[in-house]
């Protein structure tokens, strides 16, 4: 198993302003995610963090508005830029120890997101 | 793309009870993981299924994945408080790397 930890666990936040979520997995690790998840609803897939280049988005997110930043195979950055509202959410960064599908994912505690 | 489809989205449980959640696929699966996530918490991985018609058990919880590999199934038996929470189910993405979660079932449970 992976253990995920992340930083920080919880924060309001102004409209306007930026927050940076810090990842940090206890082993190295192929893959690293972030996803998104509203209050009551599923996991969405924000972007694939990949190390030493620039992250893989989904459709509809976006490196202006939630830069990705990976160093190395066991850290992993996500900012969420000019927040609304709408940013509320709980973030959770995943990671995979190896890169086929059929390896299970690991989670985060998350961060729970409250924009004001 | 692929979705994952699951019913109920809400299952409320008498405690001692047995209930069971269903994952339907537009696609077939090469794989099919369940997660559960405890109120205020993050999805933990139970398990996963590879072969067709596989049946793994977990205590009171019993998995299945089907013949053609694009349903599977959760059946819970004995119900009880410890089991509240939104089971996940999870399958990869055709010629992809990545998970498609399903919406959820959240499972209360009143004594």
């Known amino acids: 198993s992976a253990v995920i930890s992340q930083k920080p666990s919880r924060d309001i936040c102004q409209r306007g302003t930026s927050l940076t979520i810090q990842c940090q997995v206890d082993s190295q690790v192929t893959m690293m995610f972030w996803y998104r998840q509203q209050p009551g609803q599923s996991l969405t897939l924000i972007a694939t963090?990949?190390?030493?280049?620039?992250?893989?988005?989904e459709s509809g997110f976006v490196i202006d508005k939630f830069p990705i930043s990976r160093p190395n195979l066991t850290f992993s950055t996500l900012t969420v830029s000019n927040m609304s509202p709408e940013d509320s959410s709980i973030y959770l960064c995943s990671a995979r120890r190896g890169g086929r599908r059929e390896e299970t994912q690991y989670f985060g505690p998350g961060t729970r997101l409250l924009v004001l | 793309g692929q979705q994952v489809m699951q019913i109920p989205q809400y299952q409320h449980v008498q405690e001692g009870e047995d209930f069971t959640t269903y994952c339907n696929s537009s696609?077939?699966?090469?794989?099919i993981q369940w997660y559960k996530q405890r109120p205020g918490g993050h999805p933990v991985f139970l398990i996963q299924l590879v072969k067709s018609g596989e049946v793994k058990k977990q205590k009171r919880l019993t998995f299945q994945f089907g013949e053609a590999k694009k349903n599977s199934s959760l059946h819970i038996t004995a119900t009880q408080t410890t089991d509240v929470g939104t089971y996940f189910c999870?399958?990869?993405?055709?010629?992809?790397?990545?998970?498609?979660f399903g919406a959820g079932t959240t499972v209360t449970v009143r004594a």
């Open positions: 963090a990949n190390q030493g280049s620039e992250a893989t988005y």
């Open positions: 999870a399958g990869p993405t055709p010629g992809d790397y990545k998970l498609s």
């Open positions: 696609t077939t699966l090469s794989n």
